[in-house]
Nanobody
């Protein structure tokens, strides 16, 4: 059974930084592309950053471009998201997920590309102004 556990969410001031982590078990982590998604109430999860299985290629949504870095440590089965210069509009529940497909241009950094049963429970990020 795939289990993804996110951590690192917090209440921070605008302009501050956070690093989110996602620890995976129950899957061959190094064989799967991974992604970070975020969701606000009433909206579908938004893919904000995805990374290929080896970690050499990543993409970012326009909403976080130049402020966020996704990395992974395959030996530790862990995915990371470093977020800088946080803004109030970054407030959301953040999830990691394994992806069935990956393309450098971000085409598959979407909810539809998420492997069945591979969502974590999320970690809350709240940014105050």
């Amino acid at each position: 059974q795939v289990r993804l556990v996110e951590s690192g969410g917090d209440l921070v001031q605008a302009g501050e930084s956070l690093t989110l982590s996602c620890t995976a078990s129950g899957l061959s982590f190094g064989s799967w592309a991974m992604g970070w998604f975020r969701q606000t109430p009433g909206k579908e999860p938004e893919g904000i950053s995805c990374i290929n299985a080896g970690g050499a290629s990543a993409n970012y949504s326009d909403s976080v471009q130049d402020r966020v870095t996704i990395t992974r440590h395959n030996a530790n089965h862990t995915l990371y998201l470093l977020m800088n210069r946080l803004k109030p509009k970054d407030t959301a529940m953040y999830y990691c997920a394994a992806l069935k497909q990956y393309m450098r241009n971000g085409r598959y950094c979407t909810v539809r590309s998420v492997r069945d049963g591979s969502w974590g429970r999320g970690t809350q990020v709240t940014v105050s102004s």
